[in-house]
């Protein structure tokens, strides 16, 4: 059926998409053992409903109870209560849901590692290509073409928490937003929230906000600068730049590795995997390890789209 797991091979993964899991030395991470979980709720990790939605065909919302399940199960059957380092990622969707329970994986952590007498773990977030959306996005094409930059913002978060509903999202910006809360959907109203630490891996043209969300069809990696749907390109990664900055002022430990290559996720495989990505003479790899292991300030935008 539609959204279950129950044809997956129990040996291997249904998706080839690893990154913080990825066996290579372009990954920080690589020799760290690795729990990963396969998306199939299609909800961005936030649903909460045990229940068939009568709005999407009796598909099940599960998202967060996922999550509450592996981490029951990890303080079942790992020696997760004892651990020393945690990191929590996810791409696309899943940078989504990294957002939202970034402070709760954090707060469960901090409860078993109490239960064992042990010392919390040095935990930390890296949502991939998860900043959905920029603020002021989206704006469509065919709008921006007429000169209306008006986003839709409150629209669609509201619109998605509703179609994912009931759904579970981050609790305090949740419980700050109060009659307004479906607002946390969007990651750019959400960020502000997030106590844990976060280190950011973006595009700062994602191809799917761009192509498929901000309807721009004719809008390529090869578009014409000068051409309406260049300027749209360019439009969006403003916006994108502008959030970074934004997300800095909120966070004043955020890491930031934000490339200008025009894709969404999918060329960040490749960068953990097999493709060495430099930003400003320093690669990935090392940013992040700058950062999550010495602690120190990491903020890397590319200049120019196709620079290293």
């Known amino acids: 059926p539609a959204g279950s797991s129950s044809s997956w091979k129990a040996d291997a993964t249904p998706e080839n998409n690893h990154m913080l ?37 009796g ?3 599960s998202g967060h109870l996922i999550l509450e399940a ?8 790992s020696s997760i209560a004892n651990a020393t380092n945690v990191v929590l990622g996810g791409t696309s969707a899943g940078g989504i849901g990294a957002f939202h329970h970034a402070d709760w994986f954090e707060e469960r952590l901090r409860g078993m590692a109490a239960g064992a007498g042990a010392k919390p773990p040095d935990f930390a977030v ?40 009931p759904v579970w999202m981050h609790e305090g910006c949740v419980a700050a937003r109060g009659e307004d809360a479906s607002l946390c959907w969007d990651v750019s109203a959400l960020v502000g929230y997030v106590k844990a ?25 090869e578009t014409s600068a000068r051409s309406l749907p260049g300027r749209y390109v360019r439009f969006f990664g403003g ?3 502008e959030t970074l900055q934004q997300f800095r002022k909120a966070h004043r ?11 969404h996720d999918e060329n960040w495989v490749d960068i953990f995997t097999t493709r060495e990505k430099k930003i400003h003479g320093e690669s990935l790899s090392s940013a992040i390890s700058r950062w999550y292991f010495k602690r120190e300030q990491v903020v890397l935008v590319q200049d120019r789209c196709g620079a290293d």
């Not at 592996?70 to 059957?77: D, E, K, P, S």
């Not at 986003?151 to 998605?160: E, G, M, N, P, T």
């Not at 430990?253 to 894709?263: I, K, Q």
Request: negative net charge; hydrophobic residues 45%; aromatic residues 12%.
């Open 253 to 263: 430990s955020l890491g930031v590795f934000a490339s200008s290559e025009y894709h």
């Open 59 to 61: 598909l099940q919302m």
């Open 70 to 77: 592996v981490m029951q199960h990890l303080h079942n059957h």
């Open 239 to 241: 916006l994108m730049r």
């Open 21 to 57: 899991t990825a066996l290579s030395p372009l990954n920080p991470f690589a020799n760290w053992s690795h729990v990963y979980v396969p998306y199939c709720s299609g909800d961005t990790w936030l649903g909460n409903s045990k229940e068939g939605h009568v709005a999407l065909l």
């Open 197 to 221: 630490r976060l280190f950011v891996v973006t595009n700062l043209f994602d191809q799917l906000m761009i192509h498929d969300i901000g309807t721009c069809l004719p809008c390529s990696n």
């Open 126 to 165: 890296i949502p991939v290509e998860g900043v959905f959306f920029p603020a002021k996005f989206p704006v469509l094409f065919p709008e921006f073409i007429l000169g209306i930059h008006k986003a839709a913002d409150a629209i669609v978060s509201k619109y998605l928490a509703n179609l994912f509903g």
